[in-house]
């Protein structure tokens, strides 16, 4: 395991992963409390097509033209649904749900196009599907963690805004606080986080980066301040352990450990979780029955003595 460590790209995947795994999880948490938790699985399915077509443009695979694309098409994706949703009587879930289904139906058939082209099956561009972390060269891990980093500092500068923008948007208007221009940047940031993602972990599990260590970490605190740093923990660990995972085994793909490490983290949280967690709920239920039994006994006797 220690030469697995000191390989110097094993290394800077386990960082990339985690530090992934960290801004997954404070977006995660804002996407939480908006109630946009499919939000992030439609625009990491809108980012395909523009994954693809910057490839079919640019003709090599350079992550970082490809991720130029990929937020494009993410942040058509995010228009396509505000635009639905309020020039129609479809609700918000079912224009995402729209937009997930065709973008990624259109994004499927631009990639069998692209892997009948010349040098298009050996490109890897499948492993955006999935997710190939162990395929990422060095320059798309600084790329990836770069990126990663600023969505991190982006929201920890902002932290009293935003916490402002989620809970109390009447007052963040009253002292002058865009609503437009914050609901923009976070979904800036939102679709910056998945784009940047689906190298590693793939469109399909991005998904699951961004909600469930934001769910997990909700059944820890009432505190968003806690929520987020929870959240932003829960991510890293699990981006750094399923790497790890990963590398201990052959052909063993990175994305999907990641994603069942998470779970793993969820499960603890769903038992144990001070907030509503399943054991808390059966000890706080056995406790009232007994103190429902214990006063009964008190008031029989009372008036067996009266």
């Known amino acids: 395991m ?21 801004a997954a999880g404070t977006i995660g948490c804002m996407a939480y409390w908006k109630r946009q938790n499919l939000m992030s699985d439609a625009l990491s399915h809108a ?15 350079n992550l970082l033209l ?33 937009v997930l289904a065709i973008f990624y139906g259109f994004g499927i058939m631009l990639l069998t196009v692209a892997n009948r ?23 798309d891990v600084i790329t990836m963690l770069l990126l990663a980093l600023l969505v991190v500092f982006i929201v920890f500068l902002g932290f009293k805004e935003w916490k402002l923008y989620l809970f109390d ?30 190298q590693a972990v793939g469109v399909i599990l991005m998904a699951a980066m961004l909600i469930i260590p934001a769910v997990s970490a909700r059944y820890w605190t009432q ?25 201990l085994g052959s052909g063993l793909p990175t994305g999907p450990f990641i994603v069942v490490v998470g779970a793993g983290f969820f499960v603890i949280s769903l038992v144990f979780g001070k907030e509503k967690g399943i054991l808390i709920n059966y000890l706080q239920f056995k406790l009232h029955q007994r103190t429902e039994q214990t006063n009964a006994q008190t008031l029989k006797q009372e008036g067996w003595e009266k």
């Open 223 to 247: 505190s968003f301040k806690v929520m987020i740093l929870l959240s932003a923990t829960f991510g890293g660990l699990a981006g750094a352990a399923g790497t790890l995972i990963s590398a």
């Open 66 to 98: 490809l991720i130029v694309g990929a937020a494009i098409s993410a942040l058509i994706g995010a228009f396509l649904i505000q635009w639905i949703t309020t020039a129609s009587r479809i609700s918000e879930d079912s224009a995402m749900g729209m």
């Open 169 to 198: 948007q009447q007052f963040a208007k009253g002292i002058g606080l865009s609503i437009k221009g914050m609901n923009t940047l976070y979904t800036a940031l939102l679709v910056t986080t998945i784009v940047v993602g689906i």
């Open 2 to 22: 220690l030469s697995i460590l000191l390989n110097s790209n094993t290394g800077w995947v386990l960082l990339s992963t985690m530090i992934l795994g960290i």
């Open 117 to 139: 082209s010349a040098g298009g099956n050996q490109s890897g561009l499948d492993g955006f599907i999935y997710g190939q972390a162990a395929a990422m060269v060095r320059t």
């Open 47 to 61: 980012a395909l097509p523009g994954v693809v077509i910057a490839f079919l443009i640019i003709g090599e695979k």
